[in-house]
Each structure stands twice: as structure tokens, then as C-alpha cells.
């Protein structure tokens, strides 16, 4: 009898095993298809939605939201249009921007070939091409990340189409990354380097996306995340970033004239802290927000931010 009931009690188990087994692989199947769907979708998004313009420099991928005083958005490593379509949202929707934010994918990114400008310098000429293509004779430059050296350049090599200059955790001086990680403690690096690596993983971001929606200004924010989806469609661009910013030499700041802020957070180690202050300590009449932050310290400080922005783009 008593054989009978462990006899019974090891089907009973085998059973339940064998149904869990069952419900594992259905979940796993269930969350690969979503996987994939949602992967296709994203590349149906990033190839259908941005416009090619032919500059006289060389074709450039580019949209744009709003309405009213241009402001090119120079953005950041990695990213591509997308980005600044989805920063645009920080300051409200649609039908409520007074001012119609230029997203321009940088050379190497998405469908702006390298060959259209690989230099900050040179990316620095098709913004103005892009302007000139558009019918648009000055813009704001909001230079976010890897699109502070584009951005310095617009605003010195053509003063007199730049209305005003906002750097936003923007690269200044020399960087280079694996030089700069090497200089830290070995379990500093580990943080960094994880982050850079989930920020080009679909696998994370698929995962992340709903998460970021849900915490305010969420659409914005998912928004600049899926700006790293597809991630080979963008390596040719982050690669040459790397490259570039590794070989900057000394700008000549002071040459700067336009209305400049700058913001950045005083514990940034993506882009140091003392690149701001550089920035501060060159250009005349620059405003200076120093946030007790890092790297995405102009979004938790985005009460405070965004309206000060707002008031550079729209002077």
C-alpha cells in the first residue's frame, strides 16, 4: 500500500514538473514573438519615418516636429533622427512646441552616409547645408552628449546663422573612452561599461521601454532609448564618434558669440564635469547650470531645465 502511494506521489510530481515545463516554453515562445515583433516594428519606425535631404555637402537623413524659430538638435553617441524627434517631447507635444526642433541623423548613423561628414567640423558645414536645403537661415544648436563637438563648431564656424548655443552633458575637449576608463578603479568601470552595453542591446531595451514609460516625461525618454535599437544601423557612426573624439584638439572657445548655456552635471563621468566648466571659463556671458547629477542630470533636473532651455530657444 504504502509502495502504491509513492508510486502515485512520483507520477503526481513528474506530472506537475512536466506541466511547469510546459508553461516555461509556452511563456519563453509567447515572449519571443513579442521579441521579434516588437524588433520589426522598430526598424519599420527607424527606415520609413526620417526624410533624405540632398545638400550640396551630400544627402542627410533629418525630421523635424513643431513650429516656429529652428533649433537643430545635434545628438548624442549613439542616437540618429529618432533622438531628437523623441527629445522634442520634453517640452510638450506636438501642437503645443513653439519651435520646430531639426533632428539631423549625424554622418554614420542610419542613413546619413560616413562620407556626408566625418569630422565635427565638417558636420558642423551640413547643419548649415541642411539649413541651407531647408530655406532656413539661423538656428539654435543643442549639442547633447557626442553632438557637443558638431555643435561647438556650428556656432564657430558659422556665427551668423547661430541664434544660440545649448550644451546638455555636451562633449568640449579630448575624450577618450578607453583611455578615460583605464584611469578609473577597476570597480568603476564596470557600471559604465555595462550601461554603454545595454543601450545597444534590443534585448534590454525591449524589457526597459515599457518600464521608462512609465516615469514622468515617459514617452520622451523611451523615446531617446530606442534611439540605440538596431544598433548596426548606427555602428559605422559610433565607431567614427569614438575615433573623432579621441583626436579633438584645443577649439578656440572664445571665438563663440552666440547666447550660450551650458548644462551638466557636476558627477558625470561620461562626459567629465571640467568639460563644462572649460566651456564656462571661455565664452563670454555663458550661463553655467551646475547640477548635482550625472550623465542624465538635465532630465532629473528637467523642472528646472527644460524651461531655461525653452527661453534660449525661443529668444
Known amino acids: ?43 519599420e519606425r527607424i527606415q520609413t519615418r526620417g526624410l533624405i535631404a540632398k545638400t550640396a ?14 533649433v537643430i538638435y545635434a545628438h548624442g553617441t549613439p542616437g540618429g533622427y529618432d533622438q531628437g524627434i523623441s527629445f522634442a517631447r520634453f517640452f510638450g507635444g506636438v501642437d503645443d512646441l513653439d519651435c520646430m526642433f531639426i533632428s539631423p541623423s549625424r554622418p554614420g548613423y542610419l542613413r546619413t552616409p560616413l562620407s556626408s561628414g566625418a569630422t565635427p567640423e565638417a558636420q558642423a558645414n551640413l547643419y548649415a547645408a541642411l539649413l541651407d536645403t531647408l530655406g532656413i537661415e539661423k538656428a539654435s ?18 556665427p551668423d546663422r547661430c541664434r544660440s548655443l545649448i550644451m546638455m552633458s555636451g562633449i568640449v575637449q579630448r575624450n577618450d573612452t578607453h583611455e578615460r576608463m583605464q584611469a578609473l578603479p577597476f570597480w568603476k568601470r564596470v557600471g559604465p561599461k555595462l550601461t554603454e552595453a545595454l543601450l545597444v542591446s534590443d534585448r534590454f531595451l525591449y524589457f526597459a521601454v515599457p518600464v521608462a514609460r512609465r516615469i514622468p516625461s515617459g514617452d520622451a525618454v523611451a523615446g531617446m532609448l530606442c534611439s540605440g535599437t538596431h544598433y548596426a544601423l548606427r555602428r559605422t557612426g559610433f565607431e567614427n564618434d569614438k575615433a573623432q573624439f579621441a583626436a579633438i584638439e584645443p577649439y578656440p572657445l572664445a571665438q563663440i558669440t552666440a547666447p550660450t548655456l551650458i548644462v551638466h552635471g557636476k558627477q558625470d563621468i561620461d562626459v567629465p564635469f571640467a568639460d563644462a566648466q572649460l566651456l564656462a571659463s571661455k565664452i563670454l556671458n555663458a550661463q553655467l547650470m ?22 534660449y530657444l525661443t529668444m
Do not use: C
Not at 555637402?57 to 529652428?70: C, D, I, S
Open 57 to 70: 555637402l551630400g544627402p542627410v537623413e533629418y525630421q523635424f516636429t513643431g513650429h516656429g524659430q529652428a
Open 141 to 158: 544648436v543643442i549639442g547633447f552628449s557626442g553632438g557637443g563637438p558638431s555643435a561647438l563648431q556650428f556656432a564657430m564656424r558659422h
Open 1 to 43: 500500500m504504502e509502495q502504491t502511494r509513492s508510486k502515485g506521489e512520483t507520477i503526481k510530481n513528474l506530472l506537475l514538473a512536466g506541466s511547469l515545463l510546459t508553461l516555461a516554453s509556452t511563456v519563453a515562445s509567447s515572449l519571443h514573438i513579442s521579441y521579434r515583433g516588437w524588433q520589426r516594428r522598430e526598424l
Open 290 to 311: 551646475e547640477l548635482d547629477g550625472d550623465h542624465s542630470a538635465f532630465y532629473t533636473h528637467g523642472k528646472t531645465v527644460i524651461p531655461r532651455v525653452h527661453t
